[in-house]
C-alpha cells in the first residue's frame, strides 16, 4: 500500500510474518474479531474475506492464481487488485480486501479498515463469563 493513500485513522496491527506465509496457502488470522484470510503471492500479502461473497464458501481453502483469489466451491474469481468477481459473476459482491503492510518482515493489517467495513460472515465474540 502506499503510505501516501493511506487512511488518516489507519491503524495497523501484526498479525504474522512474511517467513510465516507460504505461497499458494492461504490462512486465516483474527483481527478486531473478525476472520481474514491472508495470501501471499509473489512479493505481496493480500487480506481479505474468509467467506466467498457468493455463498460463503471457505475461502482459505482457495488458490491464488493469475493475480486472484479462486473459491474453491464454485470457482468464480475474485481480483486481488479490486475484489470484482470475475466475467460471468456480474451479481456477486466484491470480494472485501484491506490493507497489509509488510515492515522489517512483519505482516500487518489495517484493523480500523476492518472496523470500518467488517467482512461478511460471522463476527468472534469472546465470553470470558465462565
Ligand atoms: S461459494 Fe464461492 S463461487 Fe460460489
Known amino acids: ?52 461473497p457468493h455463498e460463503k464458501a471457505d475461502l482459505s481453502q482457495a488458490r491464488i492464481e493469475r493475480g486472484c483469489v479462486v473459491c474453491p466451491r464454485h470457482l468464480a474469481a475474485f481480483a486481488l487488485i479490486d475484489g470484482k468477481a470475475s466475467a460471468g459473476w456480474d451479481n456477486v459482491e466484491p470480494l472485501k480486501l484491506y490493507p497489509v503492510r509488510i515492515v522489517n518482515g512483519d505482516v500487518t493489517v489495517d484493523a480500523a479498515a476492518v472496523s470500518r467495513q467488517p467482512p461478511g460472515g460471522r463476527r468472534q465474540v469472546w465470553d470470558f463469563s465462565s
Open 1 to 52: 500500500m502506499n503510505e501516501n493513500t493511506a487512511p488518516t485513522d489507519a491503524r495497523f496491527v501484526l498479525v504474522t510474518t512474511l517467513d510465516a506465509l507460504r505461497p499458494g496457502a492461504p490462512v486465516r488470522v483474527i483481527v478486531e474479531g473478525h476472520t481474514l484470510v491472508l495470501a501471499r503471492h509473489g512479493d505481496a500479502v493480500y487480506a481479505f474475506q474468509a467467506t466467498c
